[in-house]
C-alpha cells in the first residue's frame, strides 16, 4: 500500500516540468535512498510550497520515515526547541546555520536516537500552539484510509489537477496531495496563493480542476469577483478549515453549479488525518450549516460531560468521531515517538454540536476555549498569556478571526498587542481584533463572563 | 502629499511595516506580513485611501510597491 499511485503526476508550475510514471518514481526513490541510510530518528521537513519539498515528503514516506512537516517560515527559536525536544535525524529542506550536534548538513551527530513507532508516517504541529508546540501522531493507514475516502467523496479521478492553494505543514494542504496522488491524479505546485498572477496563470495553462480553501480564501474570492466561466477547467470548489457563512456557502454553490460545477463542504481536525465529514455537493443546498455525514468507514455520535453518548437527533453535546483514519495519539518529546497507538481510533474533538435524522452533523460551537484564525487553531488562553505583558486580557472567538479586548490600554497599545500576536503565531495581524476593554463582564465565580464578552462581537 | 508618500504610509499601517523595510522596492510575499490575507488588507486599505476600486485583474496583479504606484496613476488617483 502506497501513497503514490502509478498514474500520478506532479506539475511544477515554477518550470512548467511534469513528473509522472517511472521518472516521478525514481526522483521520489533516489530521496528515499538518502533518507535510508541517516541515524534512527525522526525527520525534519521545512516545507514550502515547492517541488523539493513535495519530493521530500514522499521520499519519506517510500523510505517508511517518519516525518514531521513544519512551516518553513517558522521562528528559527521554535524550531531549535523542536530540534531539542525530539532529537530529529536530519532537518530537511534549510540552509541556516545548524544547532549543536548537527553536522552542515542538519544531520544529527549522535548515531543512538529513539525508533519511532513503525506504524508512525507524518507528524503534524498543532496549529495555534505556543508555549510547547506538539506533534500529532498520524499512522501510515490512517493517512492512506483518509486519502481514499476524500478520494471517493469527491469523487477524484485520474484526470483531476488540483493546485497547491494550501501549505503542506496544513493537514488540508497535506490531505489535497495525498487525496489526489492516491488516485492517480495530477497535483499542480504553484505556490504564490490565489490572490496573485501567477496562480491563476498556472490554473489556466495546467487546466487545474478543483479549488482547495479555507473561509478567508473565500472572502477572498467573493472580493476578487470569482468566476468560474473564466476557469473552463475549474468545476469543483472544497471548503474546511472552519465554519464558512452560510451566505458565501449558498453564493459560491450557485455559481459553481450555474456552471455545470459542485462544491463541497467539509470538516475535519489535524488529529483525523484530518477529514471527517464532507456534504455531498447535490445535498448542500438543503442541508445548508451542516458539516455532512461521516466519511465512509467513519462514524459520529454525541456525548454528554460525562462521557455518555447522547441518542436522538437534535441533541447537543461533545462531538466524538470514530474511524480508521484517527491519530495514534500526541508527541511532545523524543520519547513519544515510540509510542503505539493510544487512542483505539477515537476522537473526542472538542466541538459541540448534534446529528440531524439523516446523519448529518452540524457543528454549534467548542468545548474548548479554541479560536480560528484564518482556518489555524488558536488556543484562547494562549493569546491571552502572549499578551498578558500590555495588560489583562480576553479573548474570544469571532469566526475566522479572533477579539481580544485589552483592560485599560490605549488604541496604541492595541496595536502593539496585535502586532506582537501576529508575530509570535505567524498569522497576519488582520486576523487579531485587539480592542480597548474598561474591565470585563464576570461571573458569580469571579471569572471572566466570555459568553456575554463573545455576544459583544 | 506625493502620491508616493502617501502609498508608502498606506503600506505602512496596512502591513504594520517597520522602519527597516524599504517599501518603495516592496514586492508581493518578499516579507510574511505581504502574504495573501495582508495583501487583501493592503489594497483595502488603498481604495479607502484612494478612493478607488480595483478590477478583479488589478488586484491579482499588484505584485509590487511600484505597480500599485503606476496603477493607481493609470486611475488618475492622488494627483
Known amino acids: 500500500m502506497t501513497l503514490l499511485h502509478a498514474q500520478a503526476r506532479l506539475r511544477d508550475a515554477a518550470t512548467g516540468e511534469l513528473l509522472g510514471g517511472a521518472e516521478l518514481a525514481s526522483r521520489v526513490s533516489e530521496v528515499a535512498k538518502a533518507l535510508a541510510d541517516l541515524p534512527p530518528g525522526v525527520l525534519f521537513l521545512r516545507t514550502g510550497l515547492d517541488l523539493p519539498s513535495v519530493l521530500r515528503y514522499l521520499g519519506a514516506l517510500e523510505a517508511g520515515r517518519a516525518v514531521a512537516l513544519l512551516d518553513a517560515a517558522q521562528d528559527r527559536d521554535v524550531l531549535d526547541d523542536l530540534v531539542e525536544r525530539f532529537r530529529p535525524a536530519a532537518v530537511l529542506g534549510i540552509e541556516e546555520e545548524p544547532p549543536a550536534g548537527y553536522s552542515a548538513e542538519w544531520v544529527r551527530e549522535d548515531a543512538e536516537g529513539v525508533a519511532p513507532h513503525p506504524d508512525l508516517a507524518v507528524l503534524l504541529p498543532t496549529s495555534g500552539s505556543t508555549g510547547n508546540p506538539k506533534f500529532v501522531r498520524l499512522s501510515r493507514s490512517a493517512l492512506l484510509a483518509n486519502a481514499d475516502a476524500i478520494a471517493e467523496v469527491l469523487g477524484i479521478t485520474a484526470d483531476e489537477v488540483a493546485p497547491t492553494s494550501l501549505p503542506l505543514h496544513y493537514s488540508y494542504g497535506m490531505s489535497v496531495l495525498n487525496s489526489h496522488l492516491r488516485v492517480g491524479a495530477t497535483v499542480l505546485i504553484e505556490g504564490s496563493g490565489v490572490v496573485a498572477r501567477p496562480f491563476w496563470d498556472a490554473v489556466t495553462q495546467y487546466g487545474a480542476t478543483s479549488l482547495a480553501g479555507v473561509p478567508y480564501h473565500y472572502e477572498m474570492l467573493r472580493r476578487l469577483r470569482f468566476d468560474p466561466a473564466k476557469y473552463p477547467t475549474l468545476r469543483t470548489l472544497t471548503q474546511a478549515g472552519g465554519k464558512l457563512r452560510t451566505e458565501l456557502v449558498t453564493e459560491f454553490n450557485d455559481k459553481m453549479r450555474a456552471v455545470g460545477g459542485q462544491m463541497f463542504v467539509m470538516y475535519g481536525q489535524t488529529e483525523a488525518a484530518p477529514r471527517m465529514a464532507t456534504v455531498p455537493s447535490d445535498r448542500l443546498a438543503d442541508k445548508i450549516g451542516s458539516a455532512g455525514p461521516a466519511l465512509p468507514g467513519g462514524q459520529f455520535s454525541i456525548r454528554d460531560e460525562d462521557g455518555n453518548e447522547l441518542a436522538g437527533a437534535g441533541v447537543v453535546g461533545e462531538v466524538v468521531y470514530r474511524g480508521p483514519n484517527v491519530m495514534m495519539g500526541y508527541a511532545e518529546s523524543e520519547a513519544e515517538l515510540a509510542l503505539g497507538d493510544e487512542t483505539g481510533g477515537a476522537l473526542i474533538t472538542g466541538d459541540l454540536g448534534y446529528l440531524d435524522e439523516d446523519g448529518f452533523l452540524y457543528i454549534t460551537g467548542r468545548l474548548k476555549r479554541i479560536g480560528k484564525v484564518f482556518g489555524n487553531r488558536v488556543s484562547l488562553d494562549d493569546l491571552e498569556q502572549i499578551v498578558k505583558g500590555f495588560g489583562a486580557a480576553a479573548a474570544v472567538p469571532a469566526g475566522d478571526k479572533v477579539v481580544v479586548w485589552l483592560d485599560g490600554a490605549d488604541k496604541d497599545t492595541c496595536k502593539q498587542a496585535a502586532k506582537l500576536l501576529s508575530e509570535t503565531l505567524h498569522m497576519h495581524v488582520t486576523g487579531f481584533d485587539v480592542r480597548q476593554a474598561d474591565g470585563f463582564p464576570q461571573l458569580a465565580s469571579g471569572k471572566i463572563d466570555y459568553r456575554s464578552l463573545e455576544a459583544r462581537v | ?79
Not at chain 2, 503600506?11 to 502574504?35: C, G, M, P, T
Not at chain 2, 484612494?50 to 478583479?56: M, N
Not at chain 2, 488589478?58 to 503606476?70: G, H, R, T, Y
Open chain 2, 1 to 79: 502629499m506625493s502620491l508616493n508618500d502617501r502609498l508608502r504610509g498606506v503600506f505602512v499601517d496596512a502591513l504594520q511595516l517597520d522602519d527597516s523595510v524599504d517599501v518603495e522596492n516592496l514586492k508581493y510575499r518578499d516579507i510574511e506580513a505581504w502574504d495573501s490575507v495582508g495583501h487583501m488588507a493592503l489594497v483595502a486599505s488603498i481604495e479607502d485611501e484612494f478612493d478607488v476600486q480595483f478590477e478583479t485583474e488589478q488586484v491579482i496583479d499588484m505584485s509590487s510597491f511600484k505597480v500599485a504606484v503606476d496603477m493607481l496613476r493609470g486611475l488618475g488617483a492622488g494627483e
